[in-house]
């Protein structure tokens, strides 16, 4: 207890000197990444931690808490809904006709030559049918729609949304990806999560593709909207604030409190479920599949449960992610940030152990963001305090020395993929088993 307090604490001062050193306002956003980050690693510890389930999907799961964003919260777009809305739903719901219909013919005659041939008039079928409707609304003012929009809803019921669309991709994966072994496993999940980012990419009827949904609705005011209140400006005064600077910080401060509580709810479940007799039977799956399966324990099915719920909560975390940017751009999903980075959070905080993965959340977090302008402090200081060692007539050598520290300085975001491996080696050094190790 002791050590988690201790480690908690130090998260914490660091992000406090971060708003002392810098400001309030990098401290903030920080924090809410870090929160976000913390949600990412629960849900892959509940499947890895506890379960012993390699998912380097992350990313995919998290693209589409992103896409429920734009779905439920985005006013729909009355004119691509009349160019070509209702023959886009025609043809998704043709193209899942198809694959339910080769579905039964295989389980009735286990013939492989009738399911192609359903597959392929099916998929004809829905090509003629989507294709002119796709391409009708994509043509409605494509500069600043060409989709369908959402359904207009409050942008925090997208969180829960995500969860379940993400769910629902779990679920499918997991019926065709979970009999594999391990390594076979996080090819698989790596590969499906790549043909979601393309189809979020490519579709621009779906979210607009490359070209990004901008400008998404906030679950908290604008600081435009702010700094036009009079009552919101007399407040900032008595502080001693700008009405600048105290709208960016209320509103942060606004997401900090909503992640917060979403954050809680999960730790406090997945608390509840790792000390329950159903985290007790995981574990025992995880450390002994053979004997699991020997006491009568449905191994398959209890992975795809425990795959499902932990890709849920990274689609809850992928919703929060794009609401705190307020934009959906899918090229930006990068394997490096949404799973690399998630699964040293869990390795560095302690595999197994949800507070620990919550600690690495924030830990890793803060490293990846704060490596590039330390390294720039730390060179420049390095250079300022060499120059003034030197002599006047070791000019040539000055010269030098400035320009070594300047491409230091002007290469130091490439310190952050140092550093994550500098950080995940000295821990499984000194600490195998993470920061705050399995109980």
């Known amino acids: 207890m002791i050590r988690t307090l201790g480690l908690f604490a130090l998260v914490a001062a660091l992000i406090v000197g971060t708003g002392m050193v810098q400001s309030w306002n990098s401290a903030l956003l920080i924090l809410n990444m870090g929160l976000v980050s913390a949600v990412m690693a629960l849900g892959v510890n509940l499947q890895w931690g506890i379960a012993g389930l390699f998912n380097v999907g992350i990313m995919g799961f998290v693209a589409l808490g992103g896409l429920a964003v734009v779905l439920t919260s985005v006013p729909p777009v009355a004119e691509a809904w009349a160019a070509g809305g209702l023959r886009v739903m025609a043809s998704l719901l043709l193209g899942a006709a198809t694959v339910a219909g080769a579905v039964w013919v295989w389980g009735r005659t286990q013939s492989g030559w009738l399911v192609a041939a359903v597959l392929a008039a099916g998929f004809v079928l829905y090509r003629l049918v989507r294709d002119p409707g796709v391409a009708a609304v994509e043509a409605v003012d494509p500069a600043a729609t060409g989709f369908l929009g959402g359904l207009g809803l409050p942008v925090v019921l997208a969180w829960p949304v995500g969860g379940l669309l993400a769910a629902g991709a779990a679920w499918i994966i997991g019926k065709t990806a979970l009999g594999l072994r391990s390594d076979y496993l996080a090819i698989a999940t790596l590969g499906i999560s790549e043909i979601v980012i393309a189809i979020l990419k490519n579709e621009d009827w779906l979210a607009r593709g490359v070209k990004n949904v901008i400008g998404l609705p906030r ?10 209140d009079p009552a919101f400006v007399e407040r900032a005064a008595g502080f001693g604030l700008d009405p600048t600077t105290a709208s960016t910080l209320y509103t942060k401060l606004g997401y900090s409190v909503m992640f917060t509580a979403v954050l809680v709810i999960l730790l406090v479940l997945a608390q509840l479920a790792l000390n329950s007799p159903w985290g007790r039977m995981m574990r025992a799956i995880r450390d002994n599949e053979v004997a699991a399966r020997a006491m009568g324990k449905d191994v398959t099915f209890r992975h795809l449960q425990v795959f499902v719920l932990g890709s849920a909560i990274c689609g809850v975390a992928g919703a929060m992610m794009t609401t705190l940017d307020g934009q959906l751009t899918p090229g930006t999903y990068q394997p490096l940030r949404y799973t690399f980075l998630i699964w040293v959070m869990v390795i560095v905080g302690g595999s197994g152990n949800n507070l620990g993965a919550v600690l690495g959340g924030f830990l890793i977090w803060f490293l990846w963001v704060q490596v590039e302008p330390m390294a720039v402090w730390v060179f420049g200081s390095l ?40 950080v995940l080696l000295v821990v499984l050094r000194f600490s195998p088993r993470g920061l705050l190790p399995e109980r």
């Open 219 to 228: 679950p908290v005011p604008y600081e435009i909207d702010l700094q036009n």
């Open 383 to 422: 250079n300022d305090a060499a120059q003034a060692g030197l002599t006047d007539q070791s000019g040539a050598l000055r010269q030098g020395l400035a320009g070594l520290t300047a491409h230091l300085a002007e290469n130091a975001q490439q310190l952050r993929l140092l550093t994550m491996g500098v």
